[in-house]
């Protein structure tokens, strides 16, 4: 998780941050479980995943409050608008993957409604809920930007991108994704329409919320956990314990070997 002139990423138990683009790394916290999922709503005020539960600090790390997902769920995906505001992507056995909402910091949860199977949700610079998801649904009703209701053909197992619109969800499609690739399962957004999706093999680039998309593959880096960005050109992706950044978009990438202090 990536933030403007600064960066974050998770290894163990450990929150790791970068103040010279990824050259050196230093221990910002040190979270109470095995991290699966981490937000940064600003330096020192962290939310992570955990197996069970999520851990919240406000101070660097030295004191964590953790908040259980609903009951029977496990916490899979968070985006978070501040320490107390945000959402989350849980699993719960036999059902498959919901969505819920929190304004408390997680002491309680509200269903949120999608015609989606949720991978990963964020919140865009204006505060909006976006997600990423493999439509369970053929068709839905939605109010278009200029508030007419419309139907919207959707094709049952294929990812979207959606975007909180009312009460309900507006689609958008990601172009060269086709039946038995792997789907997407992380997203980052950032202001001024820029979104970023991945899966194991490409990552999508959109630089206006979705109109249209550029796409890169990195199959070579098998094993992705993160993607973050600062701006459309400069970026971050983490596999396994490896760093890599990119000033292109993504085109290309390269490690980073830079020194990591615990």
């Given amino acids: 998780t990536v933030g403007i002139g600064a960066g974050w990423v998770y290894d163990g138990t450990l929150i790791l941050s970068t103040s010279d683009a990824g050259v050196h790394w230093t221990m910002a916290a040190r979270a109470p479980v095995q991290i699966s999922g981490l937000a940064v709503v600003a330096p020192g005020s962290y939310v992570v995943l955990g197996q069970?539960?999520?851990y919240r600090t406000e101070d660097g790390g030295a004191t964590w409050a953790a908040a259980l997902p609903p009951p029977g769920y496990y916490p899979a995906a968070l985006g978070m608008r501040s320490a107390d505001v945000g959402y989350l992507v849980a699993y719960k056995p036999g059902t498959g993957r919901s969505l819920?909402?929190?304004?408390?910091?997680?002491?309680?949860?509200?269903?949120?409604?999608?015609?989606?199977?949720?991978?990963?949700?964020?919140?865009?610079?204006?505060?909006?809920?976006?997600?990423v998801g493999t439509a369970t649904q053929r068709a839905i009703w939605q109010r278009g930007w200029d508030g007419k209701l419309q139907e919207i053909s959707l094709t049952p197992g294929t990812p979207y991108l959606w975007f909180a619109a009312g009460t309900g969800w507006w689609p958008v499609?990601?172009?060269?994704?086709?039946?038995?690739?792997?789907?997407?399962v992380g997203l980052v957004t950032g202001p001024n329409g820029l979104v970023w999706i991945w899966s194991q093999t490409t990552l999508w680039l959109s630089t206006n919320d979705g109109a249209s998309w550029q796409t890169f593959s990195f199959a070579d880096r098998l094993g992705i956990s993160d993607v973050s960005f600062t701006d459309a050109l400069h970026g971050w992706l983490l596999a396994g314990r490896n760093v890599y950044s990119t000033t292109n978009g993504g085109r290309t990438w390269r490690e980073i070997s830079g020194s990591v202090t615990y």
């Fill in 52 to 54: 069970d539960a999520l």
């Fill in 100 to 131: 819920f909402s929190t304004a408390d910091g997680g002491s309680s949860w509200i269903a949120v409604p999608t015609p989606f199977s949720p991978s990963a949700v964020g919140v865009d610079a204006g505060g909006r809920a976006v997600a």
């Fill in 173 to 184: 499609g990601l172009p060269h994704w086709t039946k038995g690739q792997p789907t997407p």
